[in-house]
T-cell receptor, first 117, second 118 residues
Framework: AQTVTQSQPEMSVQEAETVTLSCTYDTSESDYYLFWYKQPPSRQMILVIRQEAYKQQNATENRFSVNFQKAAKSFSLKISDSQLGDAAMYFCAYRRGGSNSGYALNFGKGTSLLVTP | GAVVSQHPSWVICKSGTSVKIECRSLDFQATTMFWYRQFPKQSLMLMATSNEGSKATYEQGVEKDKFLINHASLTLSTLTVTSAHPEDSSFYIC??????????????FGDGTRLSIL
């Protein structure tokens, strides 16, 4: 089974600064997808960014970007210009590849991000 | 965008009762839906994969007779917690992916159900 490891239970960043959340995963597959989800106190799961393993270019969504190192099986999330609204639990997730919708997400344990004024 | 509706959002009931949670895909068809469970300050753990028109696939350690899953149509899956006890109190979240989309389409999550058993 694929495992996802988030080694930082908690992180803190000052408003307007940059923070990086780490994620590593273990898999023997070559085709897969990686995601970062944000879960605020409302507990709604919000997709932040996704990366296809076959793409070498790192994904970027506005202030959010990833550093995808396939050989190292690393998938970190960088949040630039942090805002108070970024405070939440962040989960890294892995999904097997293929168009089959029958593959569930494997989640890491999460990183709680605190943003201070 | 695609939306998944989950109902109810919060339920409190007495020990021994059964509780049904609904998960609907509102603007797409989902042959497969997923049910997750999340304890406070923990991650989401997959309970089962719900397959339209067939039996659900349960993860190891999840009691299929306790957590009944029915996926009778391409837009609706239900999770019934039978004879619920306080240890079943948790946050339950469903998700689904548009099976007609590209492989990189993400899963869409319902807003979750907070279940409290007294």
């Amino acid at each position: 089974a694929q495992t996802v490891t988030q080694s930082q239970p908690e992180m803190s960043v000052q408003e307007a600064e940059t923070v990086t959340l780490s994620c590593t995963y273990d898999t023997s597959e070559s085709d897969y997808y990686l995601f970062w989800y944000k879960q605020p106190p409302s507990r709604q799961m919000i997709l932040v960014i996704r990366q296809e393993a076959y793409k070498q270019q790192n994904a970027t969504e506005n202030r959010f970007s990833v550093n995808f190192q396939k050989a190292a099986k690393s998938f970190s999330l960088k949040i630039s210009d942090s805002q108070l609204g970024d405070a939440a639990m962040y989960f890294c997730a892995y999904r097997r590849g293929g168009s089959n919708s029958g593959y569930a997400l494997n989640f890491g344990k999460g990183t709680s991000l605190l943003v201070t004024p | 965008g695609a939306v998944v509706s989950q109902h109810p959002s919060w339920v409190i009931c007495k020990s021994g009762t059964s509780v049904k949670i609904e998960c609907r895909s509102l603007d797409f068809q989902a042959t497969t839906m997923f049910w997750y469970r999340q304890f406070p300050k923990q991650s989401l753990m997959l309970m089962a994969t719900s397959n339209e028109g067939s039996k659900a696939t349960y993860e190891q350690g999840v009691e299929k007779d306790k957590f009944l899953i029915n996926h009778a149509s391409l837009t609706l899956s239900t999770l019934t917690v039978t004879s619920a006890h306080p240890e079943d109190s948790s946050f339950y979240i469903c998700s689904a992916r548009d099976w007609t989309g590209e492989g990189n389409q993400p899963q869409h999550f319902g807003d979750g159900t907070r279940l409290s058993i007294l």
